[in-house]
């Protein structure tokens, strides 16, 4: 989804920008261009301009990163949603308005209309309407919780480190729980984003991609050409994101379809924990206590 968009003109996919100070800039993972990201030309200018001009020093990266793990976690964004720029501390301000300059830098070096930010965490969204030199748009994307949980016990290469590495793997207890609060945290999110946020689910993407993600260029106003060579496949170019899920590194034609191998290998109690510890909300975004292909 993010690299779709990242590939229409006006727009500019980053990736999951949150980790740019840590990910990218302090452990030098890879860009989606295939270089670290230090090294890429498009972030050198852009982390450049925003710093006014010259590349940060490890020690401001470093404390960008220690504000970020200690303001800007999930189970802030319920404060972070109660603050308005005067009431924020020192420390948070300095991170906000780093962060704000950022992307109008990214703006400024790439000309992009419109900067797809898939960073995930609620907490990061909340920030944004404190930023003034961006105007948000949230697309909260929701997914079965028990294809969720299957997921998050899948082995994952990471491929944007030097050495071989995998994702963090996490049980279904575990998973199910933050799948549960990051949605109730990004339903908070949504309530403060002034009409700008839509609700989509994975499940309706996969089935109707091109549509999708036309309700998404309705939502920021942006009558573009989506790369769609048919209805269901897209072609995507070489991208400068700067985290996010290996899928990233794709280029060429890449046809969108479902992955639905957790219905027929989830074990049962697995799928069983999973369902009673979401029930609550199941049905609030369409999903049958006994899921089913259809």
């Given at each position: 989804?993010?690299?779709i968009?990242?590939?229409?003109e006006?727009?500019?996919?980053?990736?999951?920008?949150?980790?740019?100070?840590?990910?990218g800039?302090l452990?030098?993972?890879?860009?989606?261009?295939?270089k670290?990201?230090?090294?890429?030309?498009?972030?050198?200018?852009?982390v450049?301009?925003?710093?006014?001009?010259?590349?940060?020093?490890?020690?401001?990266v470093?404390?960008?990163?220690?504000?970020?793990?200690?303001?800007?976690?999930v189970?802030?964004?319920?404060?972070?949603?109660?603050?308005?720029?005067?009431?924020?501390?020192?420390?948070?301000?300095s991170?906000?308005?780093?962060?704000?300059r950022?992307?109008?830098?990214?703006a400024q070096?790439?000309?992009?209309?419109v900067?797809v930010?898939?960073?995930?965490?609620?907490?990061?969204?909340?920030?944004?309407?404190?930023?003034p030199?961006?105007?948000?748009?949230?697309?909260?994307?929701?997914?079965?919780?028990?294809?969720?949980a299957?997921?998050?016990?899948?082995?994952?290469?990471?491929?944007?480190?030097?050495?071989?590495?995998?994702?963090?793997a996490?049980?279904t207890?575990?998973s199910?729980?933050?799948?549960?609060?990051?949605?109730?945290?990004?339903?908070?999110?949504?309530r403060?984003?002034?009409?700008?946020?839509?609700?989509?689910?994975?499940?309706?993407?996969?089935?109707?991609?091109?549509?999708?993600?036309?309700?998404?260029?309705?939502?920021?106003?942006?009558?573009?050409?989506?790369?769609?060579e048919?209805?269901?496949?897209?072609?995507?170019?070489p991208?400068?994101?700067?985290?996010?899920?290996?899928?990233?590194f794709?280029?060429?034609?890449?046809?969108?379809?479902a992955?639905d191998?957790?219905?027929?290998?989830q074990?049962t109690?697995?799928?069983?924990?999973?369902?009673i510890?979401?029930?609550?909300?199941?049905r609030?975004?369409?999903?049958?206590?006994?899921?089913?292909s259809?």
């Open positions: 989804m993010d690299n968009l990242g590939g229409t006006g727009f500019f996919s980053v990736g999951e920008l949150s980790y740019i100070w840590e990910r800039l452990e030098r993972r890879l860009c989606g261009c295939g670290p990201l230090p090294e890429c030309e498009i972030w050198s200018d852009a450049a301009l925003s710093m006014g001009g010259v590349q940060p020093g490890t020690e401001i470093r404390e960008l990163v220690r504000i970020q793990r200690s303001n800007v976690r189970r802030n964004t319920w404060r972070l949603l109660r603050h308005e720029s005067h009431t924020l501390t020192p420390s948070l301000q991170y906000v308005t780093s962060h704000g950022l992307y109008q830098a990214i070096v790439t000309g992009a209309q900067i930010d898939s960073t995930k965490r609620p907490s990061d969204g909340a920030l944004l309407r404190l930023m030199q961006v105007t948000p748009y949230f697309v909260h994307l929701v997914r079965d919780p028990r294809a969720v299957y997921s998050w016990r899948r082995r994952k290469a990471q491929l944007d480190r030097d050495r071989p590495a995998e994702m963090v996490h049980g207890v575990e199910t729980l933050n799948w549960t609060v990051w949605n109730l945290a990004a339903e908070a999110v949504d403060r984003s002034g009409g700008r946020s839509i609700l989509v689910r994975y499940e309706d993407f996969v089935s109707k991609p091109r549509a999708t993600l036309a309700r998404m260029l309705d939502l920021v106003e942006e009558r573009r050409t989506l790369p769609f048919t209805e269901r496949s897209a072609h995507l170019t991208n400068h994101t700067v985290s996010g899920n290996p899928r990233r794709s280029t060429g034609t890449v046809e969108v379809r992955d191998e957790w219905l027929s290998n074990r109690r697995d799928r069983f924990m999973a369902t510890l979401a029930a609550p909300l199941l609030r975004y369409g999903y049958s206590l006994r899921p089913s259809s």
